[in-house]
C-alpha cells in the first residue's frame, strides 16, 4: 500500500490517448509504447547491481542507449529491466496537455501485470494485454470477437515502486542531481559561515581582561571619567618630567671652569646663572647650552652666563 | 511553480549562503571594531591605573618623612601641611646639595618651586611641592 500515493487519479498513457485537460496532481501508467522491456536471470543479488548492468543488456535494442535510464525489479527468479527514455516520454505527455507540475509519478504497465487479467481498450483499433507474462499493446482485431474487453481500469492499479521523473527538459536549467549537488554545496557553505560567525561573537579574551580591570578600579568605568583623569595626570606626567630633564641638563654641563651661582625653578620656566673663568669656558658652555635648548644670555662686561627655558 | 522548483531550491540555498557569509562578515567586522575599542580603552585604562599609581601613590607621604633626614636638622626649615611641603636649607656644601636635588627629584611630587642660591662657597635651597 502506498500512503502517499492515496487518493492521486491514475492515468494510463498510450499512444493514442486524447488530449487532455488536468489541474490537479495524478499518477501515470505507461503504456509498453513507451519502454523496452527484457527479462533476464542475472547473476546478481540487489536492483542497483542489476541497473548497473542494465545498459549492455539493452546494447542494440535500443538506439542512442546513452539518453534512456534503466528501471528494474524482480519477478520470481528473474530480473525484470526496463529502458525508457524520459524526455520523449516527457515531451508525449506536455503535447498531450499534461502540464509537469501536475505529473507526480510514473509507472510502467508491467508492473501491474497482475492486475491485467483481462485485455484493456485503449483507443479505438489498440488493446492492451497481458501476454506471456508480459504487457503488449495489440491491434483490438487480433483478439477474438468474444473477448471481454470490459476491464475497468483504476486507481487500484497503482503499483508500489515508481521512478521518478526527470526535470530537465527545454525548460529547466538543472536536474535533480544538479539540484541536489548544489543545494547541497550551498547549505554546506552556509552552515560553516554561521559556525564561523558564531565562534567569532564568542572569541573576544581581552574583553574579560579589561572588564577585570574595570572590576578593580570602578572609579574608571566610565570612559568620561577615564578621559579626564587620563588628561590630568598625562600634563601633571609630562610637566614634571620636563622640570626634573631639565634640572638633569643644567648638572650635566657643569663641568671644569664653570660655577653654578643661581637656579630658580617654577611652573612657568627654570633659569639658572653660571659663572666661568674665561671666555672659552663660556663659549662652551654657550655651546652646549643651546644643544640642550636653552636660551643663553651673557651677563655684559663678564664671561658669566645665564641660561632659561619655558616650561 | 513545481516547474522550476529546481532552480528555486538551488536559488533558496544560494541565497541562504549568501545571507550566512553577510552574518559572518558582520560578525567579523564587529569583532574587529570591538576588539579596536577594546584595545584602545585597555591601553588608556592601563595607562590611567598606571599615572594614578605613581603620581597619586599613598607612599609618598612617607617618602617626604624620610626625604626629611637627608640633611642635618639645624641646616633646615621644614614645613609640612596637607600634602605640601615648603623646605628650606642653609649652609649646604655642593655633596650635600646633590644630594638633596637628587633625592626630591625621584619624589613623584610635583615641584612648584625650586631655588639655589650660591653664598661664598655654600649654597642655600629652597623646595616647594605638593602631592
Not at chain 1, 503504456?31 to 523496452?36: A, G, H, L
Not at chain 1, 535500443?62 to 524520459?86: M, P
Not at chain 1, 483481462?118 to 487480433?142: C, F, H, Q, R, W
Not at chain 2, 650635600?96 to 649654597?123: A, C, F, G, H, S
Amino acid at each position: 500500500m502506498n500512503f502517499f500515493n492515496q487518493g492521486k487519479e491514475l492515468i494510463l498513457v498510450h499512444k493514442d490517448m486524447a488530449d487532455v485537460n488536468i489541474d490537479k496532481s495524478v499518477n501515470i501508467m505507461l503504456s509498453p509504447q513507451f519502454y523496452t522491456l527484457k527479462r533476464e536471470a542475472l547473476p546478481v543479488k540487489y536492483a542497483h547491481q542489476a541497473k548497473k548492468i542494465a545498459p549492455s543488456i539493452f546494447d542494440g535494442l535500443v538506439e542512442n542507449a546513452g539518453e534512456y535510464e534503466y528501471f528494474v525489479f524482480k519477478e520470481d527468479d528473474e530480473w525484470v529491466l526496463i529502458a525508457y527514455n524520459s524526455y520523449e516520454i516527457l515531451d508525449f505527455l506536455y503535447s498531450k496537455g499534461f502540464k509537469r507540475e501536475n505529473i507526480s509519478k510514473l509507472y510502467f504497465a508491467q508492473q501491474s501485470i497482475d492486475m491485467f487479467d483481462k485485455p484493456l481498450s485503449i483507443g479505438e483499433n489498440s488493446a492492451l494485454i497481458s501476454m506471456d507474462n508480459t504487457m503488449v499493446v495489440i491491434p483490438k482485431i487480433v483478439l477474438g470477437e468474444d473477448e471481454n474487453l470490459s476491464l475497468n481500469f483504476t486507481d487500484l492499479f497503482t503499483p508500489k515502486q515508481s521512478i521518478t521523473i526527470k526535470t530537465t527538459s527545454s525548460s529547466n536549467l538543472f536536474s535533480t542531481t544538479d539540484t541536489i549537488i548544489l543545494s547541497s554545496i550551498f547549505t554546506i557553505f552556509a552552515i560553516l559561515f554561521i559556525i564561523e560567525g558564531i565562534g567569532y561573537s564568542g572569541n573576544n579574551s581581552n574583553r574579560d581582561k579589561f572588564d577585570e580591570l574595570l572590576i578593580s578600579n570602578p572609579s574608571l568605568q566610565s570612559s568620561y571619567s577615564r578621559k579626564s583623569i587620563i588628561s590630568k595626570y598625562k600634563t601633571l606626567d609630562k610637566k614634571e618630567r620636563d622640570k626634573r630633564d631639565n634640572i638633569k641638563a643644567i648638572s650635566s654641563i657643569i663641568f671644569k671652569g664653570v660655577k653654578l651661582t643661581n637656579l630658580k625653578l617654577d611652573s612657568k620656566k627654570i633659569e639658572a646663572s653660571f659663572v666661568c673663568i674665561n671666555k672659552s669656558v663660556s663659549d662652551k658652555l654657550k655651546t652646549i647650552a643651546t644643544k640642550k635648548h636653552f636660551i643663553v644670555m651673557n651677563i655684559t662686561g663678564t664671561n658669566d652666563l645665564v641660561i632659561r627655558k619655558k616650561l | 511553480m513545481k516547474q522550476y522548483q529546481n532552480e528555486l531550491i538551488i536559488l533558496a540555498s544560494f541565497i541562504f549562503m549568501l545571507l550566512s557569509y553577510t552574518y559572518k562578515s558582520n560578525q567579523v567586522s564587529t569583532q574587529l571594531v570591538e576588539a579596536n575599542n577594546i584595545k584602545h580603552s585597555m591601553i588608556e585604562l592601563q595607562e590611567v591605573i598606571a599615572l594614578k599609581k605613581l603620581w597619586s601613590d599613598k607612599k609618598t607621604s612617607l617618602k617626604i618623612k624620610k626625604f626629611k633626614n637627608t640633611i642635618s636638622t639645624q641646616k633646615t626649615k621644614w614645613s609640612n601641611k596637607r600634602k605640601k611641603l615648603t623646605a628650606v636649607y642653609n649652609g649646604l656644601t655642593p655633596n650635600e646639595l646633590n644630594r638633596v636635588t637628587t633625592k626630591i627629584l625621584n619624589i613623584p611630587v610635583q615641584i612648584t618651586k625650586l631655588q639655589i642660591d650660591k653664598t661664598n662657597k655654600l649654597y642655600k635651597m629652597e623646595i616647594k611641592c605638593k602631592w
